[in-house]
């Protein structure tokens, strides 16, 4: 089930890698595999493209993977949900911008469903994989 017995890094690399693999076959199939080298046509975007992979890419997938064998794939996803909110809280205090009226409702909604799903009473370890997990460490 799931990635439970394969290291985090190791985890991650089979998912970017699997998604990679998906790129390119679409991109082959729609006859675009050579747009794919264009950001790497000139060496000035060879630094953007790496730090691109990185930060957007390799960061998150990891964390996420450890997020969930730390907290259990149900928490994980809920603390997923907070993606939306934080992004509008980022947007509004980084780059100045005033979320309209439905976003805030929405985030509201999101705070509130999360909230209430955190309060509900089950197991620490809703899925034999995290259970693993949690008593090796």
């Known amino acids: 089930h799931g990635f439970a017995r394969i290291p985090g890094f190791e985890a991650a690399a089979l998912t970017m890698g699997g998604a990679a693999f998906a790129y390119l076959a679409i991109s082959l ?4 595999l050579a747009a794919l080298a264009e950001p790497l046509a000139s ?12 930060v957007g890419a390799a ?3 990891s964390c996420w993977i450890f997020g969930i064998r730390l907290l259990g794939p149900s928490r994980a996803a809920i603390l997923a949900t907070l993606e939306p909110v ?9 780059l100045d911008e005033r979320p309209a009226a439905i976003q805030l409702v929405g985030g509201a909604c999101i705070l ?3 909230i209430l ?3 509900r009473v089950g197991p620490a370890a809703d899925h034999e994989a995290v259970a693993e997990t949690i008593s090796e460490a």
């Open 29 to 32: 199939i729609t006859g675009q």
């Open 43 to 54: 060496g000035e975007a060879l630094l953007p493209v790496i730090l691109a992979g990185l």
């Open 59 to 61: 960061i998150p997938t």
């Open 86 to 94: 934080v992004g509008v809280a980022l947007a509004a205090w980084l």
């Open 112 to 114: 509130v469903a999360a």
């Open 117 to 119: 799903l955190q309060l």
